[in-house]
């Protein structure tokens, strides 16, 4: 035989050996870096979403008064007694007389928020009332007022008495 015929053989060998055997070697290795690659990528994006927890529970903990001076003004529950004692609580620090307090759940829901319609009946003088007001404004519960009627009282008392009708809604969470 010829050499030049032996040696191409040989390099033939070599070749068909080379994609026999370490073909599906380098293939290995090629997906085993890529794989390396993604959980690297994946890594690095649990670890940002980590400390984008670790950041969102500081602050949570720097705005926690603030939370809960808003869970306060809207309670998960409609709390029927604290709002009769809002009201009255009001009514009694300004001088006005609460003759009358009635609540009326409404089924129309807003956004998150569910409302309760409040219709109060008071009597005192127009400072009062302007007082009467303000103590709600200030109250730690949400109150929208969405009527305010006001007719000259027939009580012989005193010429100033007016009375109040107040209709207003008070929200809480759904």
Same mark, same amino acid.
């Given at each position: 035989?010829?050499?030049?015929? #032996?040696? *191409?053989?040989? &390099?033939?060998?070599?070749? #068909?050996?080379?994609? *026999?055997?370490?073909?599906?070697?380098?293939?290995?290795?090629?997906?085993?870096? %890529?794989?390396?690659?993604?959980? @690297?990528?994946?890594? +690095?994006?649990?670890? @940002? *979403?980590?400390?984008?927890?670790? *950041?969102?529970?500081? %602050? +949570? &903990?720097?705005?926690?008064?603030?939370? !809960?001076?808003?869970?306060?003004?809207?309670?998960? %529950?409609?709390?029927?007694? +604290?709002? =009769?004692?809002? $009201?009255?609580?009001?009514?009694?620090? =300004? @001088?006005?007389?609460?003759?009358?307090?009635?609540?009326? !759940?409404? %089924?129309?829901?807003?956004?998150? $928020?569910?409302? &309760?319609?409040?219709?109060?009946?008071?009597?005192? !003088?127009?400072?009062?009332?302007?007082?009467?007001?303000?103590?709600?404004?200030?109250?730690?519960?949400? +109150?929208? #007022? =969405?009527g305010i009627?006001?007719?000259? /009282?027939?009580?012989?008392? !005193? /010429?100033?008495?007016?009375?109040?009708?107040?209709?207003?809604?008070?929200y809480s969470?759904?």
């Amino acid at each position: 035989m010829n050499k030049n015929f #032996i040696t *191409a053989m040989l &390099v033939g060998i070599e070749g #068909i050996l080379f994609f *026999a055997f370490l073909m599906p070697q380098y293939r290995t290795l090629i997906g085993a870096r %890529q794989s390396l690659e993604e959980r @690297g990528t994946l890594l +690095y994006d649990t670890k @940002g *979403a980590y400390d984008n927890i670790i *950041a969102l529970a500081n %602050q +949570y &903990v720097g705005q926690e008064a603030t939370i !809960s001076r808003i869970l306060m003004a809207l309670p998960k %529950q409609k709390q029927y007694d +604290y709002l =009769t004692e809002s $009201f009255r609580v009001a009514a009694e620090s =300004t @001088g006005m007389e609460l003759s009358n307090l009635n609540f009326k !759940s409404e %089924q129309k829901k807003t956004g998150s $928020f569910s409302a &309760v319609s409040i219709n109060a009946e008071l009597e005192g !003088s127009y400072p009062n009332l302007l007082f009467f007001l303000d103590s709600l404004e200030h109250s730690l519960r949400l +109150y929208d #007022i =969405t009527g305010i009627e006001i007719t000259k /009282s027939n009580s012989p008392q !005193s /010429s100033d008495l007016l009375n109040i009708s107040l209709e207003a809604k008070a929200y809480s969470l759904q």
